[in-house]
T-cell receptor, first 115, second 110 residues
Framework: DTGVSQDPRHKITKRGQNVTFRCDPI?????LYWYRQTLGQGPEFLTY????????KSRLLSDRFSAERPKGSFSTLEIQRTEQGDSAMYLC?????????????FGNGTRLTVT | RKEVEQDPGPFNVPEGATVAFNCTYS??????FFWYRQDCRKEPKLLMS???SGNEDGRFTAQLNRASQYISLLIRDSKLSDSATYLC???????????FGKGTTLSVSS
């Protein structure tokens, strides 16, 4: 399967714990995005990378959130000191950007439940 | 005004009906536009890009109106399998973050 893959699919954690999610984009894609989605809402932008550079972060991304893409391939999203409000689906997407802006291809997402 | 706005619906239509959704955007510098489809508890999947001249893919037609800052999606001869949430997506400027609308829910019944 050469699509975007995310791990884990589901994560249940207790409030105050740290969690880390991983995203493997489509290999030839140079952009990688993280979104968060709650029930009844569209995906909300968190951050994106062009290769290994993090180019934009949403104000939704508090200082408890950090994302990395160390070698311009896979990315991790870490949430420290989780809160119940962090419960959501975390979606990763990748795209190829060159002369034109390619559409996003999404992974299956990681569903986080904070108890 | 929100960056991207969609009528959440739900739109309840019978099979064979024609239905149209609009999506308005606030940033006149927006460059690229897409429609995505999302099934319940699944990830969004690209339905079609929206080109300036309008484009069609089978039963689906997408239009862009830059003057009024909206995009539209027309679905003809609705099928049961078209039931889903339809999300419009806008590049906010020159290729930075894509902004999603909240989605419009379509329910097609027999």
């Amino acid at each position: 399967d050469t699509g975007v893959s995310q791990d884990p699919r589901h994560k249940i954690t207790k409030r105050g714990q740290n969690v880390t999610f991983r995203c493997d984009p489509i290999s030839e894609h140079n952009r990688l995005y993280w979104y968060r989605q709650t029930l009844g809402q569209g995906p909300e932008f968190l951050t994106y990378f062009q290769n290994e550079a993090q180019l934009e972060k949403s104000r939704l991304l508090s200082d408890r959130f950090s994302a990395e893409r160390p070698k311009g391939s896979f990315s991790t999203l870490e949430i420290q000191r989780t809160e119940q409000g962090d419960s959501a689906m975390y979606l990763c997407a990748s795209s190829l950007v060159g002369l034109r802006l390619g559409p996003l291809h999404f992974g299956n997402g990681t569903r986080l439940t904070v108890t | 005004r929100k960056e991207v706005e969609q009528d959440p619906g739900p739109f309840n239509v019978p099979e064979g009906a024609t239905v149209a959704f609009n999506c308005t955007y606030s940033n006149s510098a927006s460059q690229s536009f897409f429609w995505y489809r999302q099934d319940c508890r699944k990830e969004p999947k690209l339905l079609m890009s929206v080109y300036s001249s309008g484009n069609e893919d089978g039963r689906f037609t997408a239009q862009l109106n830059r003057a009024s800052q909206y995009i539209s999606l027309l679905i003809r001869d609705s099928k049961l399998s078209d039931s889903a949430t339809y999300l419009c997506v806008i590049f906010n400027q020159a290729g930075t973050a894509l902004i999603f609308g909240k989605g419009t829910t379509l329910s097609v019944s027999s």
